[in-house]
């Protein structure tokens, strides 16, 4: 997985503990009665959990475009992409996330009427699902004609890591659009004027989305990336199998003491200096 792959991923699973954070510090202020009802944006560590969530579901909101970006500069730049870091890609995209979440998500909590940034989210996210299709036609393009033109190892390389992965958020997009629809639609509601109890229903459905959104959609880019399994599989193997050291045995399975397994080991460096001469 390229380097630019992995810091945006990064970056956007962080973000999600930190939103699950302050997701989780708000109930205890409402249930502790710590909020005033009329006005919930008088305490200020309040407002500030307010904010960071907004903010974060707006960089989440903007996820799938970023990823579907880098693989075009990974389409467009198959002669080297591979090869080269290109770490301003990949630093730039997230920059860009970044600045548009909290610039969105600042003026979503003083806004008045928040349809424009959904509908926004929804566009941005359609588009995305455009050029992923794109991306993944001009690759399959670029492998059907292997056979006529010639391209070095990496290139063949970077052409088959694009199909995989245009494929692979294909299956992916379907659970990113499907949330984002449920949490899409429950911030529309709260322009129209609708009975308390829909109201509620709303906040609840969109906060278990978004609880849904960040554990379902990274077990799916779990199964879909065999190289998250394999590193996965390392990392739970050292942490839970025991390495056992057994004694050194000689040819008919004698344990062989330290002063004997020394000599052995002196006898074999000579017999294989010998070997050199």
Not at 213 to 233: A, D, F
Request: charged content about 15%; proline content about 2%.
């Amino acid at each position: 997985m390229h380097r630019n792959v992995r810091i945006i991923n990064a970056f956007y699973y962080g973000q999600y503990l930190v939103q699950l954070s302050f997701w989780a510090i708000q109930p205890v202020f409402i249930l502790y009665g710590a909020v005033d009802d009329r006005n919930k944006f008088s305490n200020e560590l309040f407002t500030l959990c307010s904010y960071v969530r907004i903010c974060g579901m707006f960089y989440a909101f903007c996820a799938l475009p970023a990823m579907v970006i880098e693989r075009s500069f990974a389409t467009f730049l198959v002669e080297d992409y591979e090869r080269k870091p290109n770490a301003c890609i990949g630093n730039t995209t997230v920059l860009i996330q970044w600045t548009i979440a909290i610039g969105v998500g600042i003026h979503f909590n003083k806004a008045k009427s928040t349809l424009e940034h959904t509908v926004g989210a929804i566009v941005a996210n359609f588009l995305a699902v455009l050029l992923n299709n794109f991306n993944e036609r001009v690759n399959s393009k670029y492998y059907y004609a292997l056979d006529r033109v010639t391209y070095s190892l990496s290139e063949r390389f970077q052409i088959t890591e694009n199909i995989r992965v245009a494929k692979m958020f294909n299956i992916i997009v379907w659970s990113i659009g499907f949330f984002n629809i449920i949490v899409n639609a429950c911030l529309i509601m709260d322009n129209y004027d609708v009975p308390i109890t829909v109201r509620n229903i709303a906040s609840v459905s969109c906060d278990f989305s978004i609880l849904s959104y960040g554990l379902i959609v990274p077990v799916i880019h779990y199964q879909q990336t065999e190289s998250w399994k394999k590193r996965v599989s390392v990392i739970l193997k050292s942490c839970f199998q025991t390495r056992k050291v057994g004694p050194l045995k000689d040819t008919f399975g004698q344990e062989m003491t330290s002063q004997t397994a020394g000599q052995e080991t002196t006898r074999y460096f000579e017999m294989l200096s010998n070997q050199w001469k």
